[in-house]
């Protein structure tokens, strides 16, 4: 859904899937939007991948979130519906690589949306341009947060 918004046309990108059923989907729907001829390489990586995919630790995410930069890429109008986190950098996906410089690089990022699904995007974005400090993914852990909002 995101692929159009976030990837140039002619952009080369990779592919990552938990499963190889996720990865062909995930292929079918790139190739309705047009973009197939621009997948540099596609794979399957079941697990967190050291070194490639910094792990997300969410116990000690609860017990010192101030040791984290957190981004908030949900669009203006989730953002303006509550923040979820007080101290988040509010970044809509969509800008987020024309304004990553916005976000501080002194501790390590961390990454969410509404429900876990265009933060891995907004992840990659941000480690394509900021190597200073690991950027992660909250995933599908921002619902624990979510929920009580």
């Given at each position: 859904?995101?692929?159009g918004s976030i990837i140039a046309p002619k952009e080369l990108f990779y592919l990552i899937a938990a499963d190889q059923n996720a990865l062909d989907q995930v292929i079918r729907k790139t190739a309705k939007i047009g973009y197939e001829g621009q997948i540099k390489g596609a794979f399957v990586a079941d697990k967190p991948?050291?070194?490639i995919t910094p792990v997300f630790d969410m116990n000690e995410f609860i017990a010192n979130p101030e040791h984290f930069t957190i981004v908030d890429i949900r669009n203006e109008a989730e953002v303006k519906e509550g923040?979820?986190?007080d101290s988040a950098?509010?970044?809509p996906l969509p800008e987020l690589r024309e304004r990553v410089a916005?976000?501080?690089r002194?501790?390590?990022i961390v990454v969410?949306?509404?429900g876990g699904y265009r933060s891995a995007a907004g992840a990659s974005i941000i480690e394509q341009q900021i190597k200073e400090v690991p950027v992660m993914d909250m995933s599908e852990g921002i619902t624990r947060f979510a929920?009580?909002?």
């Open positions: 859904t995101w692929l991948m050291p070194g923040k979820i986190f950098v509010a970044i916005e976000i501080p002194d501790k390590p969410y949306c509404a929920a009580k909002h």
